[in-house]
């Protein structure tokens, strides 16, 4: 029996739930005795050994990120959990599938464990109610002694961030595709609430439009290989004739080259691709797929030292983190492409 079914039951969040069963005294009475009675008739007894991390404070942290089997979030993950080890600490990692709620619910549980230090490692929400909940959360949290940092842009959130110049980077890549020559661009993008999703797109239509060259072909698909190659099924359908595609994360970018073998378009005799992040995998794509490459096993490192140093008054710190352009065989002037077009 799960602590979601428990909450299904009480009719309560999964965060409510999570602290009317750890005893948290935010939680109003009544709904307290709810979610213990649907506990009692389910038979659900809480996790033991998160029961024991409870009294481990001091050596526990806990990481929060979208998905971990994404390799974008495996690497800060690893650099996390390889500063963690350096300092004799505990890391939880919990994957929330971008899901605003799953967030919130995760923060709470470790809020109860007592938890050193919470990272948030990814993208915020263009969400007000996901601000609000997650500020009732990390607020006492904080009050209380907790620690708190997050990777990438989380617009409300007070809290230290290493920051990815996600826009810069963006618009450093138009630049350089832009200098091969080519002028018909076309994007596919994740979910617009994200604000990774935002700021790249922003920053590299800016670099466009400051070379005077319009962005005509934006297509939306999930922040994943699938979502990369259904948003590339999605632009051919649609009769685009770009001479390059960017996918705004690696991930998508190595779905849009299945898409296009797929459809016997040859990258990039047919048709140049571009990626951002530089995971490890592009690096081994035929042909290697030119990005933006971040540092992210490096990001994870900083993300724990700003969470583990003592608190710099009570303003939070912002460590950015620059991109590289890198330009690889995937992306190829124009002009030197064959008669075959999208």
Do not use: K
């Not at 929330?96 to 967030?103: G, Q």
């Not at 060259?213 to 190659?229: K, S």
């Amino acid at each position: 029996m799960t602590l979601e079914a428990v909450a299904r039951t009480a009719g309560v969040s999964l965060a409510t739930a999570s602290r009317a069963l750890s005893g948290t005294t935010t939680v109003r009475e009544d709904l307290r005795v709810r979610v213990r009675a649907a506990a009692d008739r389910l038979g659900y007894i809480p996790n033991a050994h998160a029961q024991a991390l409870a009294g481990a404070s001091n050596n526990t942290v806990g990481v929060i990120c979208h998905d971990v089997s994404d390799p974008y979030f495996a690497a800060i993950a690893s650099g996390v959990m390889r500063a963690a080890a350096e300092r004799d600490l505990l890391v939880m990692l919990a994957s929330t599938f971008r899901e605003p709620a799953r967030e919130v619910a995760y923060v709470s549980m470790l809020r109860a464990q007592r938890a050193r230090a919470i990272l948030l490692i990814g993208s915020g929400f263009e969400d007000r109610e996901w601000e609000r909940s997650l500020h009732a959360e990390l607020d006492p949290y904080t009050r209380g002694g907790g620690r708190v940092a997050v990777v990438s842009r989380h617009r409300s959130l007070r809290v230290d961030t290493v920051l990815p110049e996600n826009r810069e980077g963006a618009a450093a890549l138009a630049r350089a595709l832009l200098g091969l020559g080519h002028r018909d661009f076309a994007v596919l993008t994740g979910p617009p609430s994200l604000t990774t999703v935002a700021d790249r797109l922003a920053g590299f239509r800016e670099g466009l439009a400051a070379a005077g060259v319009p962005l005509t072909h934006v297509v939306e698909g999930a922040f994943t290989r699938d979502g990369g190659h259904a948003a590339t099924v999605e632009l051919l359908a649609r009769g685009a004739r770009p001479t390059c595609v960017f996918a705004v994360t690696d991930v998508m970018a190595v779905g849009a080259l299945a898409a296009f073998r797929a459809h016997g378009l040859r990258v990039p005799e047919d048709v140049s691709l571009a990626g951002f992040d530089d995971i490890p995998l592009v690096r081994e794509l035929s042909p290697p797929l030119t990005t933006v490459a971040l540092p992210l096993t490096l990001t994870g490192r900083h993300a724990i030292a700003l969470a583990l140093r003592e608190p710099h008054g009570a303003r939070s710190r912002v460590q950015r983190v620059a991109g590289e352009v890198v330009l690889r065989a995937s992306t190829m002037p124009p002009a030197l492409r064959t008669d075959r077009t999208l």
